[in-house]
């Protein structure tokens, strides 16, 4: 059974970072990518950045390009978002992903909540 | 990259079908055959219903089928019941390995 588990959010200030983790399990980690997908509260979904299996390919949303930094450590088979320069705009519940056979999101973590706010 | 344009809300009755469209462009859904769509009840995470445009994962009932035209797709349900009431995303591939959502599309079934 595929299982994707989301930790290290929480309530931080502007400006200040976070690093939020993703532990995946019940498939081959490294023969898929993976994506952060965020939701604000009320609201619709995001696609926040993708990381191919191998990390040779990654992409970012314009929102967040230039502060996030996706990574992946096919190893301990775990998924990161490294978030810097934390907006109150990006508060949200971020879902990590599992890619599917092609561009798509075929499994999805419960979400961990990162709330920016002085 | 700009939002998918969805309609905000559809209904329809029990058994009746009911068509929602994510609208683009010719730089993401008009230009990939990568269109997903996903659907999401309240507090829970989203399923994927539709990938590929008009491809269904196992165990998703054929009552759900996608289709595309020009820089337009469309998730079409046909014999609606209670319990597809839920929101709907459309996603698609914009190239450079980013992708995008629609804004959503509330279902209601009457």
């Known amino acids: 059974e595929v299982q994707l588990v989301e930790s290290g959010g929480g309530l931080v200030q502007p400006g200040r970072s976070l690093r939020l983790s993703c532990a995946a399990s019940g498939f081959t980690f490294d023969d898929y990518a993976m994506h952060w997908v965020r939701q604000a509260p009320g609201k619709g979904l995001e696609w926040v950045s993708g990381?191919?299996?191998?990390?040779?390919?990654?992409g970012y949303a314009d929102s967040v390009k230039g502060r996030f930094t996706i990574s992946r450590d096919n190893a301990k088979n775990s998924l990161y978002l490294q978030m810097n320069s934390l907006r109150a705009e990006d508060t949200a519940l971020y879902y990590c992903?599992?890619?599917?056979?092609?561009?798509?999101?075929?499994?999805w973590g419960q979400g961990t909540l990162v709330t920016v706010s002085s | 990259q700009s939002a998918l344009t969805q309609p905000r809300s559809v209904s329809g009755s029990p058994g009746q079908s009911v068509t929602i469209s994510c609208t683009g462009t010719?730089?993401?859904?008009?230009?990939?055959?990568?269109v997903s769509w996903y659907q999401q009840h309240p507090g829970k995470a989203p399923k994927l219903m539709i990938y590929?445009?008009?491809k269904r994962p196992s165990g998703v009932p054929d009552r759900f089928s996608g289709s595309k035209s020009g820089n337009t797709a469309s998730l079409t349900i046909s014999g609606l019941q209670a319990e597809d009431e839920a929101d709907y995303y459309c996603c698609s591939y914009a190239g450079s390995y980013t992708l995008g959502f629609g804004g959503g599309t509330k279902l209601t079934v009457l």
């Open positions: 010719s730089s993401d859904v008009g230009g990939y055959n990568y």
């Open positions: 590929d445009v008009s």
């Open positions: 992903a599992k890619g599917g056979s092609s561009t798509n999101f075929d499994y």
């Open positions: 990381i191919s299996w191998n990390s040779g390919s990654i």
